[in-house]
């Protein structure tokens, strides 16, 4: 394998940064280049937020000189001393993430519910928004939808039946620590534990803000690059995490031309929600970067059409004119995002922003999801409700990751009806049904 070799400090932590890219001397590494361990997320939970060093590796500050007018008026009502230029750097976005009890009841008021998640929880609950993404917020209102996806309630810590901190068994189809082997061409890339806004519904919420993974390590992006180099059946790499558009560009160029010197990995492809919680992160220079690395994909976890704001527009801009080819992923949620209208709303504005809409996940088993989970019936309605009434470019995939490691299935409402001796039987989107002649002779 052609990439150079990454810097190994003395502890577990890696330090995986512009040095590698740029040649800088090795005396410029220090400890400090560490990402946030994921101990320190933990231990911080009610501490002062500390900016994760590795990220002042990056140069210069976005500009981005759009934004819509409730931010504004959040950022003068909440922040009247930072100015636009901060607020837009997303650095400072990072270094204020809001952790604590008492710097988010600055903001919202918060429902008694809420607040016994906060105060009881003993950790348990790890809390990370944005100033930017909690602009977006009701105020008053619990059941306000975005709030709803990153304010905790009492009900996370209530696990039922069927709920695992693993549903998916990520653990059990890891060859190497940090890398995820399922399908039998690509493979999952964890690159970082590390996220900017916690989901109140992750799949990875095992790992993402606490303790136990310190994913990012030296040894073990090696280890997973060795384990790609040594499968030559690898042809699709999907680097996720947590949100690897949190790492420096200098380490993320390095994870991508170590990718790219591998000869049989054809595509990279990226997961992430930063576009949406963080979208000051999409730079100049970041793009610059990525459209090094074509044929490079990504695709964006979008929930709500609240979203879809004229800061995350213009990242997604930049984004697809750098010719990166953007998908969505949504989460389906009860009383979120659990409505045709609302779907249909999402996925025109993502068409609009070029994106294609891709898949629609029914919510996984995590602990303490019940809140969050539908009836299956109401995954199949939105599909329904979207497939022929609109631009079929808006109609995602819905899938469920089927649990204990199947891989996603797709669900579809009852297009095919069966066979009728010679002729397959269809119901259309008005549920008219139709016949097609299944003549031609099996091979
Ligand atoms: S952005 Fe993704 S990995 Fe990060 S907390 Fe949300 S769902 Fe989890």
Redesign the pocket.
């Known amino acids: 394998m052609q990439h150079q070799r990454l810097s190994v400090s003395s502890s577990s932590a890696v330090n995986i940064t512009s040095d590698i890219v740029t040649n800088k001397s090795m005396e410029e590494f220090s400890d400090s280049d560490e990402p946030p361990s994921s101990s320190t997320e933990t231990s911080e939970f009610f501490s002062p937020p500390v900016l994760p060093s590795f990220i002042l590796k990056d140069k210069l500050p976005s500009r981005n000189s759009l934004s819509s007018p409730k931010t504004t008026i959040f950022r003068k009502s909440h922040y009247p001393d930072i100015s636009r230029e901060q607020w837009n750097d997303w650095r400072w976005q990072l270094q204020n993430r809001i952790r604590k009890t008492d710097e988010l009841s600055l903001i919202i008021r918060l429902s008694e519910n809420e607040k016994e998640a906060l105060e009881h929880s003993n950790g348990m609950l790890p809390l990370?928004i944005t100033p930017y993404y909690a602009s977006l917020i009701d105020r008053d209102d619990a059941s306000h939808p975005l709030r709803r996806c990153v304010i905790p309630v009492s009900t996370e810590l209530i696990r039922t039946e069927g709920e695992s901190d693993d549903p998916l068994h990520e653990e059990g189809d890891s060859p190497v620590p940090g890398l995820v082997h399922r399908y039998p061409d690509r493979v999952l890339f964890l690159a970082t534990d590390f996220?900017?806004?916690?989901?109140r519904?992750?799949?990875?919420?095992r790992m993402?803000?606490r303790s136990c993974s310190n994913i990012m390590s030296t040894k073990r992006w090696e280890m997973a690059l060795g384990y790609i180099e040594s499968h030559t059946e690898v042809r699709d790499v999907l680097i996720?995490?947590?949100?690897p558009l949190t790492l420096s560009d200098e380490s993320l160029e390095w994870l991508l031309s170590s990718l790219r010197s591998i000869q049989h990995v054809e595509i990279v492809r990226i997961?992430?929600?930063?576009p949406v919680?963080l979208p000051q992160r999409i730079t100049s220079n970041l793009v610059n970067m990525l459209k090094k690395y074509h044929p490079l994909w990504m695709n964006i976890?979008f929930t709500h059409p609240d979203e879809i704001t004229p800061e995350t527009e213009n990242a997604l801009n930049k984004l697809a004119n750098a010719g990166i080819p953007l998908g969505s992923q949504t989460?389906l949620l009860k009383g979120i995002n659990d409505n045709l209208d609302t779907m249909k709303k999402l996925y025109h504005k993502l068409l609009m922003a070029r994106v294609r809409p891709y898949y629609l996940y029914q919510c996984d088993p995590i602990s303490g999801s019940s809140h969050f989970r539908t009836p299956v019936e109401k995954g199949l309605e939105i599909i329904k409700g979207l497939r022929g009434h609109t631009t079929g470019f808006a109609v995602p995939n819905y899938v469920i990751d089927a649990p204990g490691g199947g891989g996603k299935i797709p669900l579809q409402p009852g297009y095919y009806q069966g066979h009728n001796g010679t002729s397959v039987i269809l119901k259309n989107y008005e549920d008219k049904l139709f016949t097609y002649p299944d003549t031609c002779p099996a091979e």
């Open positions: 990370s996220c900017s806004t916690y989901c519904y992750c799949t990875r919420s993402v803000g996720s995490g947590g949100d997961g992430t929600k930063v919680v976890h989460v």
